[in-house]
């Protein structure tokens, strides 16, 4: 139980265009879901939390404008990076909480995005 | 500044040895602590999860909190070249939020 998924697992794309990261949770409701990027050998960062029906909260120094998380059912957001430049290049995990198992969250198995 | 805190490591144990990994938490009103698994390229795995002081066991796994001392600690009996990773514990500090503070993270690193 508790699987979370997301899809690409990695992409490239060309600087300027804009790229959909999906999270879904496969087993489990998720009204609470979260976005982290991490770059190589550095420490996870939440960027925004999801919450099921309404607007994500962004951590401080996130661009809620060019990163866009829609969170439109109980078990699935995504994550829109537009207008990608190559400083967006980062390894980009989603993570769901099973309100069934003490808010423990459980991790996808992330995207890799490339800009070129 | 609420923080977690460990050792980055790395911490090198023979194969079969115990390897012994510690975190320090700032917010004394916390209430549930995670150590998580991260492999190399890889996302995080979840391992451990533990609510209340003293020890809990899940196999090779043995968990301890202090929450007098503000201390969570992962214990690996037996360890495998497979168990290195990087072991990340994550502190949820407020109640029924579910928002978790990571630390950095400390390497392991077990020897054949």
């Known amino acids: 139980g508790a699987v979370v998924s997301q899809h690409p697992s990695r992409v490239i794309c060309k600087s300027g265009t804009s790229v959909k990261i999906e999270c879904r949770s496969l087993?489990?409701?998720?009204?609470?879901m979260f976005w982290y990027r991490q770059f190589p050998k550095k420490s996870l960062m939440l960027m925004a939390t999801s919450n099921e029906g309404s607007k994500a909260t962004y951590e401080q120094g996130v661009e809620k404008d060019k990163f866009l998380i829609n969170h439109a059912s109980l078990t699935l957001s995504t994550l829109t990076v537009t207008s990608a430049h190559p400083e967006d290049s980062s390894f980009y995990i989603c993570?769901?909480?099973?309100?069934?198992?003490?808010?423990?969250?459980?991790f996808g198995p992330g995207t890799r995005l490339t800009v070129t | 500044q609420k923080e977690v805190e460990q050792n980055s490591g790395p911490l090198s144990v023979p194969e079969g040895a115990i390897a012994s990994l510690n975190c320090t938490y700032s917010?004394?009103?916390?209430?549930?602590f995670f150590w998580y698994r991260q492999y190399s390229g890889k996302s995080p795995e979840l391992i451990m999860s533990i609510y209340s002081n003293g020890d809990k066991e899940d196999g090779r796994f043995t968990a301890q909190l202090n929450k007098a001392s503000q201390y969570v600690s992962l214990l690996i009996r037996d360890s495998q070249p497979s168990d290195s990773a990087t072991y990340l514990c994550?502190?949820?500090?407020?109640?029924?939020?579910?928002?978790?503070?990571f630390g950095k993270g400390t390497m392991l690193l077990v020897s054949p």
């Open positions: 087993d489990f409701q998720a009204t609470t």
């Open positions: 917010d004394r009103g916390s209430q549930s």
């Open positions: 993570s769901a909480i099973n309100r069934g198992s003490a808010y423990e969250q459980y």
């Open positions: 994550a502190v949820n500090m407020n109640s029924g939020y579910s928002t978790l503070t």
